[in-house]
């Protein structure tokens, strides 16, 4: 297999964070990296973040997995927060985080003055697509790029061909996709192939838009936004976990997946799919590899819009975009999480009601996963229930051999194609 100079020999899992059960998620099912933010200067503010003591916590208990910690600090701050910057680096570098993900340049400066011990990785919002801008930021001291999203695979290869062993490349390889940020925006590729990352902008964002229905040819139907919203701009979510061996061969370290908003169950199974599926191609490194069939149908088992590959095997003219209602499909969800196993009975925390008697998917760490039913549902003084309706109760319900503590309990909500 021809891999790209950098001689990628074990690709690191990099998984999202956006809190301490998230966290734990990710080492569990075995990230080999963990990213998350602050309580300031983290591009995903929806999400609980971590506060000082909390990300000495979040930080201790990585390392003891022996786990990296990276600290998003990759929004742009203006005049009136630039002042903050210094004693927030300072603080968090004292956590001992691994890295710090920036985007501004501004920050990226101050990173190297008050955190000087620190890696830097630098954002895929620097917009970086070419191996001139990244060799400038090796040359300023970053460890690691997150290229700019927009780039193919062959582009990604040559950035990793023309720049320095020492400089890591990171990419997205699933998760949401966002459609444009800030000026950069491919309306104008996409409806006239003019690059307005370029210079060559069409300005398509200023005109008037309306809908045809095909069977009535010439009348125009004004795009609105009422209380249901309106989804012309809405992209479908990355998936690579079946493109394992193309994303090595392209010189990419680091497999990154969305999700700091996301739950710890989606955490956990995504993680638990990539690193089943970078496990499998290790132990046989061909060209022709594919993940087993369970592997690739636990990414379908989590929230998600339809999958694509983004721009990773060129522009996504044909598939980029959905026309349905915008939101997620959810056909499982996660019922409860195993804390323990004694005397026959499996130890659980619930996190959605279900039934004694219900079907339930057992998700283990790096194993396939296998149905049981619920039998003998209890409370743990040993009181039989019919349910488990109550937020975060724990209960036990026999089972027929042990489930290591950590393990997921899903149920299927609704059974859909893909």
């Known amino acids: ?233 809405n992209s479908r979510d990355m998936c690579m976990i079946e493109h394992i061996p193309e994303l090595i061969n392209a010189g990419i370290s680091s497999f990154k997946i969305e999700g700091r908003a996301k739950s710890a169950y989606y955490v956990s199974a995504v993680t638990n799919a990539y690193r089943c599926a970078i496990d499998g191609y290790l132990k046989d490194p061909s060209p022709d590899y594919v993940p087993e069939r369970w592997i690739i149908d636990e990414v379908y088992k989590v929230s998600h819009r339809e999958y694509c590959t983004g721009f990773f095997f060129g522009s996504p003219k044909e598939n980029a975009e959905i026309f349905y209602d915008g939101g997620y499909r959810r056909p499982y969800e996660n019922v409860a999480v195993v804390l323990g196993y004694e005397d026959g009975f499996l130890i659980c925390e619930q996190r959605n009601r279900f039934f004694d008697g219900d079907e339930l998917d057992i998700l283990e760490r790096g194993k396939k996963p296998y149905i049981l039913k619920a039998e003998e549902l209890q409370t743990l003084d040993g009181e039989r229930i019919e349910a488990v309706p109550h937020p975060v109760m724990k209960f036990k319900f026999r089972v027929p051999f042990p489930i290591e503590a950590g393990a997921l309990i899903r149920k299927v909500k609704n059974v859909e194609g893909h």
């Not at 910690?69 to 927060?81: A, F, I, Q």
């Not at 290869?157 to 990171?170: F, H, Q, R, V």
């Not at 936004?225 to 012309?232: C, K, L, Q, S």
Request: aromatic fraction near 10%.
């Open 1 to 233: 297999m021809d891999f790209s100079e950098k001689h990628i020999s074990r690709p690191e899992l990099l998984s999202p964070a956006g809190d301490f059960e998230s966290l734990r998620a990710a080492i569990f099912f075995g990230a080999d990296a963990v990213y998350l933010a602050g309580q300031t200067f983290g591009m995903r503010s929806a999400c609980k973040n971590f506060s000082l003591d909390e990300l000495k916590e979040a930080v201790r208990t990585a390392h003891e997995n022996n786990v990296k910690v990276y600290l998003t600090c990759n929004t742009l701050p203006r005049n009136d927060e630039t002042d903050a910057l210094p004693s927030f680096i300072s603080s968090v570098a004292e956590c001992g985080v691994d890295a710090f993900i920036v985007t501004d340049i501004g920050t990226f400066s101050l990173v190297k003055k008050y955190a000087p011990n620190v890696d830097i990785h630098v954002s895929t919002q620097a917009g970086i697509t070419n191996y001139a801008a990244a060799n400038e930021f090796y040359k300023m001291g970053a460890k690691r790029i997150i290229p700019a999203r927009e780039l193919s695979l062959g582009e990604l290869k040559t950035i990793a061909d023309k720049t320095p062993d020492g400089l890591e490349i990171e990419c997205f390889v699933h998760g949401a996709i966002c459609v444009s940020f800030s000026g950069r925006c491919l309306l104008s590729n996409y409806l006239t192939g003019r690059d307005s990352n370029r210079g060559d902008c069409a300005q398509p964002c200023r005109w008037k838009y309306s809908l045809v229905e095909e069977k009535r040819p010439g009348e125009y139907f004004p795009i609105a936004e009422n209380e249901d919203g309106t989804y012309i701009m």
